[in-house]
């Protein structure tokens, strides 16, 4: 499954520059890492850096220092001509760190979305696989490096955040069996887990009882609503709040089949993420309004205030449901 | 791994009567499922009975009516000689459904609880399993039967349930392996968490919504505490209200190690549930009041009003941090 020209790639290169996606999850951020401590074990040097601030939740990560943000950590670092961009569809999704990228680079491409754009020189792309971290466990069997715990740590990490703790339908027999490789490796699914879900601020814990008051259901309980008016959002306590996950406790709610998260973010100006079980694609309603994601996450915006954004937002969802 | 006394338990009656514990989660319901398949498999008739309504949460499963309560759907069923209990570490965890048991019973107990007392005369006991779920799945192989899409669904939920998917400290790659597996033989990941996790009542989502919003923070955030009042339990709302893992909510939060769910149950009466991460022991707090549980999980009640409760409750974890 590793093409034999990404195997090459690794070997021909001493000096490697590993990139991945502006504001990285768990997966990106634990891949490059992986990639890195495999390139060292290789006897070889490797850069990683992100266009984005290193993600505090990861900062748990043996040798989280290595991370170098692009125009912060990153001055007198020549362009690569070497260069890996792990789980980064596009070019563009690599930011300004892609400045680092010599005009005439050799690019590898690791990626498990089938959408990635050929946009490197050799490319591993496999969309059967369910985070880029499982691809780069399966690279470290091919070139026969024995997984460190710290290793083990990262893509288990990146297997987590991208199957949603082993529940999405991406939860394959394979990315189980490498799971379980992973821990036999030294991996610790506590302790990971409790970095990962069990570090959050008081004030994103007091938000999300804030926001499951205001849940309303809509059109025989098919459709949830719940929201962050532009008020509660200029407080002090907003800088400490991640609402990463919110849209899901609205998504948990027996027969609620879309979920619809709306923070009037700027005032007039109305954010919404909405959240999908079942048949109803959230991605055709977003493309209404602009936006867009996938047929169970999509987001957009709509240039009201909160009320007046939930009713067009209701208004249009009702048609749609009585299309469908 | 599986006793050979095990095995020809099973092979050596043909009628056999399957139980598991009072209030069974998804691994003693799941575990007694897939018992009864095995034994079908064999050519063998079985029969399962708990001593409580059969949780509404595992409606989802296939040929879910096979669980009968005792009581109310065993008239006329008479004692049974051949009685398998899965999941259960006493006799009397199994409440009034051991009155199924004929005197002179040959018993097989099938449980990953080290502390599973020998009341059975057969007994298939393994500590190093996370789930009884697991024991069964080695019980399938041991017996060279293949798992059918529903068994792989009774034990996989099994497995998700006690792992806390894939969470707590017993996710080794043995169960991860057996995961895969089950996935393989036809468990749907995905399905299964949405009808394990994605299933709540609105009250629930609201109920928790109030209870976020009492968190407390106390000596530099280590405890956190949280409560219902007995007025607002009073409510008709109440009855569809499923607290369960409400406290991990208060746990979540980063520096806390010890979270304190109080709920005036009846006027003058509040019981508390208590979970740690780290190192504090809450049983000892327990104790103390005449509660109990394990290090991480325990439980106690203080014959007095909520206030009154928390602050007596406080005061004593203030000289068991101050002691430890």
């Excluded at 709306?262 to 694609?281: C, N, Q």
Aim: proline fraction near 3%; aromatic fraction near 8%; glycine fraction near 8%.
């Amino acid at each position: 499954m590793v093409p034999a020209k990404a195997i090459s790639f690794l070997m021909d290169a001493e000096r490697f520059l590993v990139l991945t996606h502006i504001n990285p999850d768990g997966d990106g951020l634990g891949s490059a890492m992986a990639m890195k401590c495999l390139l060292e074990r290789l006897g070889k040097k490797a850069e990683i850096v992100i266009d984005s601030e290193p993600p505090e939740m990861f900062a748990f990560f043996t040798n989280y220092e290595w991370v170098r943000q692009y125009g912060v950590e990153t001055d007198g670092l020549e362009p690569f001509n070497t260069v890996i961009s792990v789980d980064a569809p596009t070019i563009e999704r690599l930011g300004d760190a892609a400045k680092l990228i010599a005009d005439d680079a050799n690019i590898l491409c690791i990626d498990h979305h089938v959408s990635a754009k050929n946009f490197a020189d050799v490319n591993y792309i496999d969309g059967t696989a369910s985070a880029t971290a499982q691809m780069v466990y399966y690279l470290a069997s091919e070139l026969n490096i024995a997984i460190t715990p710290e290793t083990a740590e990262y893509l288990y990490t990146g297997i987590v955040i991208d199957t949603g703790r082993f529940r999405f339908s991406n939860t394959t027999p394979d990315v189980l069996h490498v799971a379980g490789e992973l821990v036999k490796a030294g991996a610790d699914p506590d302790k990971i887990s409790r970095h990962l879900y069990y570090n959050n601020t008081l004030e994103t814990t007091q938000a999300l009882g804030k926001l499951l008051e205001t849940i309303e259901l809509h059109f025989n309980g098919k459709v949830a609503t719940a929201h962050f008016t532009h008020a509660y959002m200029l407080g002090d306590h907003w800088k400490n709040v991640d609402t990463e996950g919110f849209v899901n406790h609205a998504l948990s709610i027996r027969g609620v089949e879309v979920a619809m998260l709306l923070r009037e973010t700027k005032t007039g100006i109305t954010r919404v993420s909405l959240r999908a079980k079942g048949g109803f694609d959230v991605n055709e309603l977003a493309k209404i309004f602009g936006g867009g994601g996938h047929a169970k996450a999509a987001g957009l915006t709509i240039n009201e205030p909160l009320e007046k954004a939930k009713k067009i937002l209701l208004d249009e969802t009702e048609r749609t449901l009585k299309a469908g």
